[in-house]
Protein backbone atom coordinates (compact mmCIF):
# COMPACT_ATOMS: atom_id res chain seq x y z
CA UNK A 1 0.00 0.00 0.00
CA UNK A 2 1.36 3.24 -1.30
CA UNK A 3 0.64 6.90 0.03
CA UNK A 4 1.08 10.29 -1.51
CA UNK A 5 -0.92 14.16 -1.16
CA UNK A 6 -2.85 14.16 -4.12
CA UNK A 7 -3.43 11.24 -6.60
CA UNK A 8 -4.81 11.94 -10.58
CA UNK A 9 -6.34 9.35 -12.19
CA UNK A 10 -5.67 9.75 -16.20
CA UNK A 11 -2.90 11.13 -17.98
CA UNK A 12 -4.39 13.11 -20.47
CA UNK A 13 -4.01 17.14 -20.97
CA UNK A 14 -5.69 17.87 -17.30
CA UNK A 15 -4.14 15.19 -15.82
CA UNK A 16 -0.62 15.89 -16.16
CA UNK A 17 -0.79 20.04 -16.27
CA UNK A 18 -2.56 19.45 -12.89
CA UNK A 19 0.39 17.23 -11.72
CA UNK A 20 2.84 19.68 -13.06
CA UNK A 21 1.21 22.41 -11.43
CA UNK A 22 0.24 20.74 -7.78
CA UNK A 23 4.17 19.44 -8.13
CA UNK A 24 5.84 22.96 -8.33
CA UNK A 25 3.55 23.73 -5.29
CA UNK A 26 5.49 21.22 -3.79
CA UNK A 27 2.37 18.68 -3.19
CA UNK A 28 3.64 15.15 -3.58
CA UNK A 29 1.31 14.09 -6.24
CA UNK A 30 0.92 10.74 -8.07
CA UNK A 31 -0.48 10.79 -11.37
CA UNK A 32 -1.39 7.11 -13.02
CA UNK A 33 -1.87 6.78 -16.21
CA UNK A 34 -3.04 3.15 -17.64
CA UNK A 35 -1.09 2.92 -21.16
CA UNK A 36 2.85 2.74 -21.57
CA UNK A 37 2.70 5.85 -23.31
CA UNK A 38 0.93 8.59 -24.52
CA UNK A 39 1.23 7.47 -28.41
CA UNK A 40 -2.44 6.83 -29.19
CA UNK A 41 -3.98 7.90 -32.51
CA UNK A 42 -7.35 9.90 -32.75
CA UNK A 43 -6.59 11.56 -29.62
CA UNK A 44 -7.33 15.76 -29.79
CA UNK A 45 -4.67 17.69 -31.30
CA UNK A 46 -5.65 21.13 -30.60
CA UNK A 47 -3.72 23.63 -28.54
CA UNK A 48 -5.59 26.76 -27.76
CA UNK A 49 -4.49 30.32 -27.32
CA UNK A 50 -5.31 30.29 -23.72
CA UNK A 51 -3.30 26.82 -23.37
CA UNK A 52 -0.42 28.20 -25.54
CA UNK A 53 -0.36 31.04 -22.70
CA UNK A 54 -0.16 28.61 -20.37
CA UNK A 55 2.67 26.95 -21.67
CA UNK A 56 4.65 30.44 -21.63
CA UNK A 57 4.02 31.41 -18.31
CA UNK A 58 5.05 28.07 -17.14
CA UNK A 59 8.64 28.59 -19.22
CA UNK A 60 7.57 25.79 -21.40
CA UNK A 61 6.83 28.21 -24.70
CA UNK A 62 10.33 27.65 -26.60
CA UNK A 63 10.21 23.76 -26.20
CA UNK A 64 6.56 23.74 -27.40
CA UNK A 65 7.22 25.71 -30.82
CA UNK A 66 9.89 23.37 -31.55
CA UNK A 67 7.27 20.14 -31.94
CA UNK A 68 6.33 19.51 -35.35
CA UNK A 69 3.02 21.64 -35.60
CA UNK A 70 0.67 23.47 -38.01
CA UNK A 71 -1.25 26.81 -37.22
CA UNK A 72 -4.96 26.63 -37.81
CA UNK A 73 -5.92 30.41 -38.18
CA UNK A 74 -9.48 30.95 -38.88
CA UNK A 75 -12.40 28.02 -38.40
CA UNK A 76 -14.68 27.01 -41.04
CA UNK A 77 -18.18 24.88 -40.29
CA UNK A 78 -19.27 22.18 -42.28
CA UNK A 79 -22.63 22.67 -43.55
CA UNK A 80 -24.51 20.88 -46.13
CA UNK A 81 -23.44 23.76 -48.59
CA UNK A 82 -19.80 23.22 -48.28
CA UNK A 83 -17.61 24.94 -45.40
CA UNK A 84 -18.61 28.27 -44.28
CA UNK A 85 -16.56 30.84 -42.73
CA UNK A 86 -17.05 30.84 -38.92
CA UNK A 87 -14.18 31.95 -36.50
CA UNK A 88 -11.30 34.42 -37.16
CA UNK A 89 -8.37 33.44 -34.50
CA UNK A 90 -6.05 36.61 -36.61
CA UNK A 91 -8.24 39.09 -35.06
CA UNK A 92 -7.97 37.82 -31.48
CA UNK A 93 -5.42 40.27 -29.43
CA UNK A 94 -2.12 39.02 -27.86
CA UNK A 95 0.90 36.99 -29.36
CA UNK A 96 -0.99 33.25 -29.76
CA UNK A 97 -3.81 34.54 -32.13
CA UNK A 98 -3.99 30.80 -33.55
CA UNK A 99 -4.62 27.26 -32.94
CA UNK A 100 -1.88 24.88 -32.68
CA UNK A 101 -2.58 21.21 -33.96
CA UNK A 102 0.09 19.38 -32.44
CA UNK A 103 -0.30 15.48 -31.96
CA UNK A 104 -1.06 15.34 -27.86
CA UNK A 105 1.68 12.31 -27.30
CA UNK A 106 4.33 15.47 -27.74
CA UNK A 107 2.35 17.69 -25.53
CA UNK A 108 1.91 15.04 -22.67
CA UNK A 109 5.69 14.00 -23.32
CA UNK A 110 6.58 18.14 -23.05
CA UNK A 111 4.15 18.03 -19.84
CA UNK A 112 5.54 14.98 -18.27
CA UNK A 113 9.02 15.76 -18.61
CA UNK A 114 8.77 19.37 -16.96
CA UNK A 115 6.86 17.54 -14.16
CA UNK A 116 9.32 14.62 -13.98
CA UNK A 117 11.90 18.12 -13.08
CA UNK A 118 10.01 18.23 -9.74
CA UNK A 119 11.02 16.71 -6.38
CA UNK A 120 7.35 15.45 -5.41
CA UNK A 121 6.39 14.08 -8.75
CA UNK A 122 5.30 10.95 -9.88
CA UNK A 123 4.23 9.35 -12.34
CA UNK A 124 2.75 6.04 -12.57
CA UNK A 125 2.08 4.03 -16.43
CA UNK A 126 0.67 1.20 -17.23
CA UNK A 127 -0.90 1.40 -14.12
CA UNK A 128 -5.19 1.43 -14.28
CA UNK A 129 -7.61 2.74 -11.15
CA UNK A 130 -10.06 -0.24 -11.05
CA UNK A 131 -12.28 0.80 -7.98
CA UNK A 132 -12.12 3.50 -5.20
CA UNK A 133 -11.02 3.38 -1.57
CA UNK A 134 -13.68 3.97 0.91
CA UNK A 135 -12.93 5.24 4.76
CA UNK A 136 -16.23 5.76 6.54
CA UNK A 137 -17.44 7.19 3.06
CA UNK A 138 -15.26 9.25 2.30
CA UNK A 139 -12.73 8.17 -0.82
CA UNK A 140 -9.00 8.04 0.49
CA UNK A 141 -7.56 6.70 -2.37
CA UNK A 142 -7.66 4.13 -5.15
CA UNK A 143 -7.65 0.14 -5.89
CA UNK A 144 -5.13 -0.50 -9.39
CA UNK A 145 -3.95 -3.35 -11.94
CA UNK A 146 -1.14 -2.96 -13.82
CA UNK A 147 -0.66 -3.65 -16.70
CA UNK A 148 1.46 -7.13 -15.81
CA UNK A 149 -1.45 -7.92 -13.62
CA UNK A 150 -0.51 -6.87 -9.96
CA UNK A 151 -3.28 -5.03 -7.70
CA UNK A 152 -2.63 -2.75 -4.65
CA UNK A 153 -3.79 0.52 -3.30
CA UNK A 154 -2.45 4.01 -3.22
CA UNK A 155 -4.38 6.24 -0.45
CA UNK A 156 -4.48 9.85 -0.62
CA UNK A 157 -5.60 12.95 0.76
CA UNK A 158 -7.27 13.53 -2.31
CA UNK A 159 -8.33 11.93 -5.65
CA UNK A 160 -9.05 13.38 -8.55
CA UNK A 161 -10.91 11.88 -11.60
CA UNK A 162 -9.07 13.38 -14.76
CA UNK A 163 -9.95 9.72 -16.67
CA UNK A 164 -12.07 11.27 -19.14
CA UNK A 165 -15.76 10.32 -20.54
CA UNK A 166 -15.73 6.67 -19.43
CA UNK A 167 -14.54 7.74 -16.10
CA UNK A 168 -14.33 4.65 -13.75
CA UNK A 169 -13.89 6.91 -10.73
CA UNK A 170 -17.17 8.82 -11.68
CA UNK A 171 -19.36 5.34 -12.07
CA UNK A 172 -17.90 3.99 -8.90
CA UNK A 173 -19.11 7.14 -6.62
CA UNK A 174 -22.53 6.94 -8.27
CA UNK A 175 -22.32 10.93 -9.07
CA UNK A 176 -25.35 11.88 -10.51
CA UNK A 177 -25.06 12.25 -14.67
CA UNK A 178 -26.95 14.80 -16.54
CA UNK A 179 -27.14 13.33 -20.35
CA UNK A 180 -27.83 15.87 -23.24
CA UNK A 181 -28.35 14.04 -26.89
CA UNK A 182 -26.25 14.72 -29.86
CA UNK A 183 -26.77 13.83 -32.88
CA UNK A 184 -23.40 12.20 -34.25
CA UNK A 185 -20.74 9.85 -33.51
CA UNK A 186 -18.00 10.13 -35.11
CA UNK A 187 -15.31 7.92 -37.19
CA UNK A 188 -11.61 8.29 -36.95
CA UNK A 189 -9.12 6.56 -39.56
CA UNK A 190 -5.97 7.65 -41.57
CA UNK A 191 -5.82 7.98 -45.56
CA UNK A 192 -2.43 8.95 -47.17
CA UNK A 193 -1.90 11.70 -47.61
CA UNK A 194 0.11 12.99 -51.27
CA UNK A 195 2.30 16.07 -51.51
CA UNK A 196 -0.14 17.29 -53.90
CA UNK A 197 -3.20 17.44 -51.77
CA UNK A 198 -4.50 20.70 -50.16
CA UNK A 199 -2.68 21.93 -46.75
CA UNK A 200 -4.00 22.30 -42.89
CA UNK A 201 -7.86 21.37 -42.15
CA UNK A 202 -10.01 20.28 -45.12
CA UNK A 203 -14.10 19.81 -44.80
CA UNK A 204 -17.07 18.47 -46.62
CA UNK A 205 -20.37 17.59 -46.26
CA UNK A 206 -21.33 14.73 -48.22
CA UNK A 207 -24.82 12.29 -47.88
CA UNK A 208 -25.63 11.98 -44.12
CA UNK A 209 -22.32 12.78 -42.87
CA UNK A 210 -19.64 15.74 -42.73
CA UNK A 211 -15.85 15.29 -42.85
CA UNK A 212 -12.95 16.55 -41.19
CA UNK A 213 -9.21 16.34 -42.50
CA UNK A 214 -6.76 17.03 -40.64
CA UNK A 215 -3.11 17.29 -42.18
CA UNK A 216 -0.75 14.70 -40.40
CA UNK A 217 2.42 15.21 -43.27
CA UNK A 218 2.22 12.22 -44.63
CA UNK A 219 -1.52 10.97 -43.67
CA UNK A 220 -4.51 12.62 -43.38
CA UNK A 221 -6.16 12.06 -39.67
CA UNK A 222 -10.09 11.58 -41.01
CA UNK A 223 -12.99 12.25 -39.06
CA UNK A 224 -16.63 11.30 -40.59
CA UNK A 225 -19.60 12.27 -38.30
CA UNK A 226 -22.00 9.45 -38.66
CA UNK A 227 -25.74 9.67 -37.44
CA UNK A 228 -25.93 8.35 -33.42
CA UNK A 229 -25.83 5.17 -33.56
CA UNK A 230 -25.60 4.28 -36.84
CA UNK A 231 -22.06 2.16 -36.44
CA UNK A 232 -23.36 -1.07 -36.60
CA UNK A 233 -25.36 -0.80 -39.65
CA UNK A 234 -23.22 1.35 -41.75
CA UNK A 235 -20.51 -1.35 -40.94
CA UNK A 236 -22.24 -4.12 -42.29
CA UNK A 237 -21.55 -2.92 -46.00
CA UNK A 238 -17.87 -3.21 -47.31
CA UNK A 239 -15.81 0.12 -45.70
CA UNK A 240 -14.32 0.91 -49.06
CA UNK A 241 -18.02 2.16 -50.21
CA UNK A 242 -17.42 4.50 -47.25
CA UNK A 243 -14.45 5.86 -48.02
CA UNK A 244 -15.96 6.34 -51.76
CA UNK A 245 -18.56 8.23 -50.58
CA UNK A 246 -15.82 10.68 -49.71
CA UNK A 247 -14.05 10.32 -52.50
CA UNK A 248 -17.54 11.39 -54.30
CA UNK A 249 -17.23 15.04 -52.81
CA UNK A 250 -13.25 15.29 -52.50
CA UNK A 251 -12.54 13.80 -56.20
CA UNK A 252 -8.58 13.95 -55.23
CA UNK A 253 -9.22 11.16 -53.08
CA UNK A 254 -10.50 8.91 -56.02
CA UNK A 255 -6.99 6.89 -55.91
CA UNK A 256 -7.31 6.23 -52.08
CA UNK A 257 -10.43 4.23 -52.21
CA UNK A 258 -9.08 0.79 -50.55
CA UNK A 259 -6.61 2.40 -48.49
CA UNK A 260 -8.74 1.79 -45.23
CA UNK A 261 -8.46 -2.03 -45.27
CA UNK A 262 -11.13 -3.13 -43.12
CA UNK A 263 -13.25 -1.96 -40.66
CA UNK A 264 -11.15 -2.82 -37.71
CA UNK A 265 -8.85 0.33 -38.65
CA UNK A 266 -11.90 2.62 -38.16
CA UNK A 267 -12.40 3.65 -34.79
CA UNK A 268 -15.93 4.97 -33.23
CA UNK A 269 -15.99 7.97 -30.88
CA UNK A 270 -19.32 7.95 -28.83
CA UNK A 271 -20.28 11.37 -28.81
CA UNK A 272 -21.53 11.74 -25.98
CA UNK A 273 -22.44 15.70 -24.33
CA UNK A 274 -22.81 15.46 -20.54
CA UNK A 275 -22.32 17.13 -17.21
CA UNK A 276 -21.82 16.15 -13.20
CA UNK A 277 -24.60 17.61 -11.08
CA UNK A 278 -22.17 18.07 -8.83
CA UNK A 279 -18.17 17.32 -9.37
CA UNK A 280 -17.44 16.34 -5.98
CA UNK A 281 -17.72 13.75 -3.62
CA UNK A 282 -15.84 14.09 0.12
CA UNK A 283 -11.95 13.09 -0.51
CA UNK A 284 -12.61 12.72 -4.98
CA UNK A 285 -12.97 15.74 -7.17
CA UNK A 286 -13.89 15.04 -11.11
CA UNK A 287 -12.33 17.87 -14.39
CA UNK A 288 -12.49 17.61 -17.73
CA UNK A 289 -14.67 15.33 -19.85
CA UNK A 290 -15.23 13.34 -16.46
CA UNK A 291 -16.81 15.76 -15.32
CA UNK A 292 -18.50 17.25 -18.76
CA UNK A 293 -17.85 15.59 -21.37
CA UNK A 294 -17.44 17.76 -24.62
CA UNK A 295 -18.80 17.13 -28.32
CA UNK A 296 -15.84 17.38 -30.62
CA UNK A 297 -17.10 20.45 -32.06
CA UNK A 298 -14.89 23.13 -31.88
CA UNK A 299 -12.03 20.96 -30.61
CA UNK A 300 -12.85 22.71 -27.17
CA UNK A 301 -13.02 19.49 -24.64
CA UNK A 302 -8.96 19.79 -24.56
CA UNK A 303 -9.05 23.69 -23.63
CA UNK A 304 -12.05 23.42 -21.09
CA UNK A 305 -9.49 20.47 -19.05
CA UNK A 306 -6.98 22.44 -19.15
CA UNK A 307 -8.73 25.18 -17.64
CA UNK A 308 -9.81 22.65 -14.93
CA UNK A 309 -6.82 21.99 -14.20
CA UNK A 310 -5.44 25.23 -13.98
CA UNK A 311 -7.97 26.25 -11.86
CA UNK A 312 -8.19 23.55 -9.39
CA UNK A 313 -3.91 23.33 -8.78
CA UNK A 314 -4.59 27.42 -7.64
CA UNK A 315 -7.73 26.67 -5.51
CA UNK A 316 -6.56 23.13 -4.19
CA UNK A 317 -2.31 23.83 -3.42
CA UNK A 318 -2.72 25.64 -0.21
CA UNK A 319 -4.97 23.54 1.37
CA UNK A 320 -2.76 20.47 -0.12
CA UNK A 321 0.43 21.73 1.22
CA UNK A 322 -1.02 22.26 4.84
CA UNK A 323 -3.09 19.08 4.37
CA UNK A 324 -6.03 20.38 5.25
CA UNK A 325 -8.27 20.08 2.07
CA UNK A 326 -12.23 19.59 2.84
CA UNK A 327 -15.03 19.03 0.77
CA UNK A 328 -15.75 23.12 0.40
CA UNK A 329 -12.14 23.32 -1.17
CA UNK A 330 -13.48 20.94 -4.17
CA UNK A 331 -16.73 22.60 -4.28
CA UNK A 332 -15.35 26.56 -4.95
CA UNK A 333 -13.26 24.38 -8.30
CA UNK A 334 -16.68 23.82 -9.20
CA UNK A 335 -18.25 27.20 -8.86
CA UNK A 336 -15.02 28.37 -10.51
CA UNK A 337 -15.44 26.55 -13.26
CA UNK A 338 -19.25 25.53 -13.94
CA UNK A 339 -20.75 28.58 -15.97
CA UNK A 340 -17.55 28.20 -18.78
CA UNK A 341 -18.91 24.49 -19.18
CA UNK A 342 -22.70 25.48 -19.25
CA UNK A 343 -22.01 28.22 -22.01
CA UNK A 344 -19.50 25.99 -24.37
CA UNK A 345 -21.85 22.94 -23.69
CA UNK A 346 -24.63 25.24 -25.27
CA UNK A 347 -22.98 26.55 -27.91
CA UNK A 348 -21.97 22.97 -28.67
CA UNK A 349 -26.07 22.18 -28.41
CA UNK A 350 -27.10 24.62 -30.90
CA UNK A 351 -24.45 23.84 -33.06
CA UNK A 352 -25.80 20.18 -32.90
CA UNK A 353 -29.47 20.98 -33.53
CA UNK A 354 -29.14 23.66 -36.13
CA UNK A 355 -26.38 22.52 -38.67
CA UNK A 356 -25.37 19.11 -38.05
CA UNK A 357 -28.66 17.69 -36.94
CA UNK A 358 -30.35 18.55 -40.04
CA UNK A 359 -27.75 17.19 -42.37
CA UNK A 360 -26.97 14.13 -40.72
CA UNK A 361 -31.11 12.70 -40.27
CA UNK A 362 -32.09 13.67 -43.96
CA UNK A 363 -31.74 14.50 -47.28
CA UNK A 364 -28.30 16.46 -48.07
CA UNK A 365 -30.35 17.97 -50.85
CA UNK A 366 -33.21 18.99 -48.78
CA UNK A 367 -30.66 20.31 -45.96
CA UNK A 368 -28.73 22.54 -48.51
CA UNK A 369 -32.32 24.18 -49.47
CA UNK A 370 -32.86 25.17 -45.85
CA UNK A 371 -31.52 28.39 -44.49
CA UNK A 372 -28.47 28.34 -42.44
CA UNK A 373 -29.04 29.78 -38.21
CA UNK A 374 -29.08 33.24 -38.75
CA UNK A 375 -25.47 33.33 -36.19
CA UNK A 376 -23.75 31.63 -39.62
CA UNK A 377 -25.03 33.90 -42.18
CA UNK A 378 -24.18 36.89 -40.02
CA UNK A 379 -20.16 35.74 -39.47
CA UNK A 380 -20.67 34.99 -44.35
CA UNK A 381 -22.09 38.66 -44.40
CA UNK A 382 -19.89 40.40 -42.20
CA UNK A 383 -16.38 39.59 -41.31
CA UNK A 384 -15.38 41.09 -38.65
CA UNK A 385 -18.04 39.34 -36.27
CA UNK A 386 -15.62 35.96 -36.66
CA UNK A 387 -13.43 37.48 -33.53
CA UNK A 388 -16.92 36.87 -31.43
CA UNK A 389 -16.69 33.07 -32.39
CA UNK A 390 -12.95 32.78 -32.50
CA UNK A 391 -12.66 34.39 -28.73
CA UNK A 392 -15.12 31.84 -27.77
CA UNK A 393 -13.11 28.80 -28.70
CA UNK A 394 -9.95 30.63 -28.49
CA UNK A 395 -9.73 31.57 -24.99
CA UNK A 396 -13.39 30.85 -23.67
CA UNK A 397 -14.83 32.19 -20.64
CA UNK A 398 -12.70 32.54 -17.50
CA UNK A 399 -9.27 31.87 -19.17
CA UNK A 400 -7.07 30.47 -15.99
CA UNK A 401 -3.32 31.73 -15.63
CA UNK A 402 -0.79 29.55 -13.66
CA UNK A 403 -0.53 30.44 -10.25
CA UNK A 404 3.08 32.16 -9.75
CA UNK A 405 4.36 29.82 -7.70
CA UNK A 406 4.31 27.71 -10.89
CA UNK A 407 5.13 30.31 -13.38
CA UNK A 408 8.78 29.95 -14.83
CA UNK A 409 10.99 32.40 -17.26
CA UNK A 410 9.97 31.72 -20.84
CA UNK A 411 11.85 33.02 -23.90
CA UNK A 412 8.73 32.83 -25.72
CA UNK A 413 8.12 31.39 -29.52
Known amino acids: MERTTCLVVGGGPAGMVLGLLLARAGVAVTVLEKHADFLRDFRGDTVHPTTLDLLDELGLGEAFAKLPQSRLERAQLPTPRGMVPFGDFTQLPGRHNYIAMVPQWDLLDLLADAAKQERTFTLRTETEAVDVVRDHGRVVGVEYRTAAGETGR ?9 DGRHSVLRAATGLRVRDYPTPMDVWWFRLPRHDSDPAGVVGVMSRRRAVIMLDRNDYWQTAVLIGKGSDPEQRKRPVSEMVAGIAEVVPWLSDRVDSVPSWDDVKLLDVRVDRLSRWYTEGLLCIGDAAHAMSPVGGVGINLAVQDAVAAARLLAPPLV ?88 STGR
Open 154 to 162: ILADLTIAA
Open 322 to 409: SRTVTTRDLAKVQRRRLLPTIITQAGQRFLHAKVLRPALAGDIEIARASKLPLPVRLMTRFPKLRRIPAYVVGRGFLPEHAPAYARRL
